[in-house]
């Protein structure tokens, strides 16, 4: 009876590929029926790589940080920015599958070679803005980057209080407010943190987590984002 089912099951998404073919989430040509990416291989290799001077600047900022590392894959910018514009703004929420699968992967005999317990936390969102926004799109990639990598997934180890409006505040006032925002709710005594977020600009955010985190324990936290800001857009 279950190889009927599945049989009936491929059937019906042969059929469903046939009617309604997948389009590449970017420039919408039609992609072939068990393509595993929603771009086509033109907007892959369109996607912007890091430069040299990229690579410095993110070391620079992990420092900066206190990071244990930070991991980034692509330039926020051109094909990427679209698409996390509207995965962020426009409900988009289908691109996470894409958007996860750009995030960095780590191979399974690294994590052999670690041995302290490990959690995958996103950079937490206000609760008004979540109401707004439908979902954090941090949880969203949290959440795949933990299933691809086989690590445990805790979505509300950190919390986001007050929000205020930061633009009229100086940066180091900004950097304050941000820092009493964000606190930590778990006790997490030796863990190693890989802390989730969709965009990494100045590390600021990052910074205020990294400070929670460690606050309650945690003894690494390496950051994982989607893409980076490069130094003339900010
Ligand atoms: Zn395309």
Not at 50 to 78: C, F, M, P, V
Not at 199 to 219: M, V
Request: charged share 25%.
């Amino acid at each position: 009876m279950k190889k009927i089912i599945k049989r009936l099951n491929s059937i019906g998404l042969y059929l469903f590929n046939s009617i309604l073919p997948k389009h590449c989430i970017a420039c919408r040509q039609i992609l072939v029926a068990d393509a595993t990416n929603q771009l086509c291989i033109s907007c892959f290799s369109k996607l912007d790589q890091l430069t040299e001077s990229d690579k410095a600047e993110i070391e620079r900022i992990a420092t900066d940080i206190g990071a244990e590392n930070i991991y980034t894959s692509y330039r926020y910018q051109g094909i990427l920015r679209k698409l996390i514009l509207s995965f962020k703004f426009q409900d988009a929420i289908e691109h996470r599958k894409q958007l996860a699968q750009i995030l960095p992967k780590f191979k399974q005999e690294e994590q052999h070679n670690m041995v302290e317990p490990k959690l995958v936390v996103p950079v937490p969102m206000h609760p008004l803005k979540r109401i707004a926004r439908k979902y954090n799109q941090a949880e969203e990639l949290a959440l795949l980057f933990a299933k691809q990598n086989h690590m445990t997934y805790q979505p509300f180890v950190l919390k986001r209080e007050t929000y205020q409006k930061q633009t009229d505040k100086n940066k180091q006032q900004r950097a304050k407010n941000l820092s009493k925002s964000i606190s930590c709710a778990e006790e997490l005594r030796g863990t190693h943190v890989y802390l989730v977020d969709d965009i990494l600009t100045t590390g600021a955010t990052l910074k205020a987590c990294i400070k929670a985190l460690k606050k309650s324990g945690a003894t690494k936290v390496t950051c994982i984002t989607l893409c980076f800001t490069p130094l003339q857009d900010k």
